[in-house]
Nanobody
Framework: QVQLVESGGGLVQAGGSLRLACVAS????????MGWFRQAPGKEREFVAA????????DYADSVKGRFTISRDNAKNTVYLQMNSLNPEDTAVYYC???????????????WGQGTQVTVSS
């Protein structure tokens, strides 16, 4: 069973930046596309960004395009999310997961990590 551990969240003012990291256990990390998802209070979890297994292909939700950048380091089993120009609407718990279907942007694993809280103040 793969374990996913997210970190890097915090409290930041609007316009600020944060860099999230997700470390995945298991030897097959580099075989999978990976993604970031987020869940705001009272809302369903939504897709944020994805990156292909080689790190070349990327995909972003329209709401974060141009502000967020996803990257990965397969040697460290880690996927990152650089978040710039944050606004209060970005406030959520952020999770990572492998990607089951690239076009559908859906997660592979049913079990999620604990996530990392991002709070953006206005």
């Amino acid at each position: 069973q793969v374990q996913l551990v997210e970190s890097g969240g915090g409290l930041v003012q609007a316009g600020g930046s944060l860099r999230l990291a997700c470390v995945a256990s298991g030897r097959t990390f580099s075989s999978y596309a990976m993604g970031w998802f987020r869940q705001a209070p009272g809302k369903e979890r939504e897709f944020v960004a994805a990156i292909g297994w080689s790190g070349v292909a990327t995909d972003y939700a329209d709401s974060v395009k141009g502000r967020f950048t996803i990257s990965r380091d397969n040697a460290k089993n880690t996927v990152y999310l650089q978040m710039n120009s944050l606004n209060p609407e970005d406030t959520a718990v952020y999770y990572c997961n492998a990607i089951r279907n690239w076009s559908k942007r859906d997660p592979l694993y049913e079990n999620w990590g604990q996530g990392t809280q991002v709070t953006v103040s206005s």
